[in-house]
T-cell receptor, first 113, second 113 residues
Framework: DQQVKQNSPSLSVQEGRISILNCDYTNSMFDYFLWYKKYPAEGPTFLISISSIKDKNEDGRFTVFLNKSAKHLSLHIVPSQPGDSAVYFCAAVQAGDDYKLSFGAGTTVTVRA | NAGVTQTPKFQVLKTGQSMTLQCAQDMNHNSMYWYRQDPGMGLRLIYYSASEGTTDKGEVPNGYNVSRLNKREFSLRLESAAPSQTSVYFC????????????FGQGTRLTVV
């Protein structure tokens, strides 16, 4: 049973607008969350992360929000650029679990010019 | 700086054939991982090695074996390939004991016919 869920398989957004990607998790023991970005024929690359003691982390155009009570996190990309078109994976890990990342199914983002 | 290198990039096998996927990292990381990516499933952990000399099963280990040859190399073996093992395989590594990201290789696309 998937512990990390990304319920939107795809997202289309106009260049310059905000992209919001959502992720839900079921394991309350997760304490570190990551977003990865993947282009076709390449491996995933790390984008941004957040620990469970925070509710927001920002890095340039990317901001991740964590709502522990709702077991929900989101990734905001502002402004969206054509190079942001990729598959985005949400991942989570539990302390002491030897960093076994649990991944969501991914959301394909298409940024329209 | 090569990071995580996987060989081969592509492979077609007949049912019942065996093969080994190779992975090497040059970042002096202790922990290494093998994932498979299937449509709609995200990345699922097959096996991992927390440190040189240790290996453990992940979420989907059936049909696979691994060898941590040394600190740099972690191989994945399919003893008798099945069509259900058609997938994209990713190797990853990370620094052990810290909340840091995992670095991924570029993937091996395997088709079993």
């Amino acid at each position: 049973d998937q512990q990390v869920k990304q319920n939107s398989p795809s997202l289309s957004v106009q260049e310059g607008r905000i992209s919001i990607l959502n992720c839900d998790y079921t394991n309350s023991m997760f304490d570190y969350f990551l977003w990865y970005k993947k282009y076709p024929a390449e491996g995933p690359t790390f984008l941004i992360s957040i620990s469970s003691i925070k509710d927001k982390n920002e890095d340039g155009r990317f901001t991740v929000f964590l709502n522990k009570s709702a077991k929900h996190l989101s990734l905001h990309i502002v402004p969206s650029q054509p190079g942001d078109s990729a598959v985005y994976f949400c991942a989570a890990v539990q302390a002491g679990d030897d960093y076994k990342l649990s991944f969501g199914a991914g959301t394909t983002v298409t940024v329209r010019a | 700086n090569a990071g995580v290198t996987q060989t081969p990039k592509f492979q077609v096998l007949k049912t019942g054939q065996s093969m080994t996927l190779q992975c090497a990292q040059d970042m002096n990381h202790n922990s290494m991982y093998w994932y498979r990516q299937d449509p709609g499933m995200g990345l699922r952990l097959i096996y991992y090695s927390a440190s040189e000399g240790t290996t453990d099963k992940g979420e989907v280990p059936n049909g696979y074996n691994v060898s941590r040859l040394n600190k740099r190399e972690f191989s994945l073996r399919l003893e008798s390939a099945a069509p259900s093992q058609t997938s994209v395989y990713f190797c990853a590594s990370r620094v052990q004991g810290a909340w840091t990201e995992a670095f991924f290789g570029q993937g091996t696309r395997l088709t079993v016919v």
